[in-house]
């Protein structure tokens, strides 16, 4: 089945560590997503990618990275220099515009990751 | 950046009744999606709505995109409906960001 997958779904991490989350889609899409949520909030974007080897900062890029250096991949790492990075995490990818896509333009979301920083 | 509004920012309703929220956006935009996030932090798309109206079910979305509002319509609202609802709009000439409002927390009681 098509889909955006995710992985893992819950991450607990030590102060000081870096961690990868995983996002891999099969969709064929172009543009790749990563928001950050906190409790009781609205979803904030870090980084995006329109194609591959390409990406931009979001709104809150400080302390992550990213690549994209296949289409159907986008790691996100947070790193030791994000001050607070306890949060659910979520991945979306979108379908491009025009040319023939049903739902063109349309993001999907995976289930998303939980990190917990002890 | 484009602001975006959604209002009321909590709902209760009384299972069976009908609702309205809604998304206020400052700048013109060429991309709307209405999601409905559920108790386990899924977000389900809904409406993919720039413009005009559409229907669902028991839900229905419509778009002034001149007035730069949205509106998401849910009749005989049920248990199930309960969750986050957000919209995400993406300004039109930017062909990447999507950004979301604060989303409305709606809780069906039975």
């Known amino acids: 089945d098509g889909g955006i997958t995710q992985s893992p779904k819950y991450l607990f991490r030590k102060e000081g560590q870096n961690v990868t989350l995983s996002c891999e889609q099969n969709l064929n899409h172009d543009a790749m997503y990563w928001y950050r949520q906190d409790p009781g909030q609205g979803l904030r974007l870090i980084y995006y990618?329109?194609?591959?080897?390409?990406?931009q900062k979001g709104d809150i890029a400080e302390g992550y990275s990213v690549s994209r250096e296949k289409k159907e991949s986008f790691p996100l790492t947070v790193t030791s220099a994000q001050k607070n990075p306890t949060a659910f995490y979520l991945c979306a990818s979108r379908t491009p515009p025009g040319g023939g896509w049903v739902r063109s333009g349309e993001l999907f979301f995976g289930e998303g990751s939980r990190l917990t920083v002890l | 950046g484009i602001q975006v509004e959604q209002s009321p920012p909590d709902l209760i309703l009384q299972e069976g009744a009908n609702s309205t929220l809604r998304c206020n956006f400052s700048?013109?935009?060429?991309?709307l999606q209405w999601f409905h996030q559920n108790p386990w932090g899924q977000l389900i798309n809904l409406f993919y709505i720039p413009s005009g109206t559409k229907q669902n079910g028991r839900l229905s979305a419509t778009t002034v995109a001149t007035e730069r509002y949205s509106l998401l319509y849910i009749s005989s609202s049920q248990t199930t409906d309960s969750g986050v609802y957000f919209c995400?709009?993406?300004?039109?000439?930017?062909?990447?960001?999507?950004?979301f409002g604060q989303g409305t927390t709606l809780q069906v009681k039975p």
């Open positions: 990618s329109q194609i591959v080897n390409d990406f």
């Open positions: 700048d013109s935009v060429n991309n």
């Open positions: 995400a709009v993406r300004r039109s000439g930017n062909t990447g960001k999507l950004i």
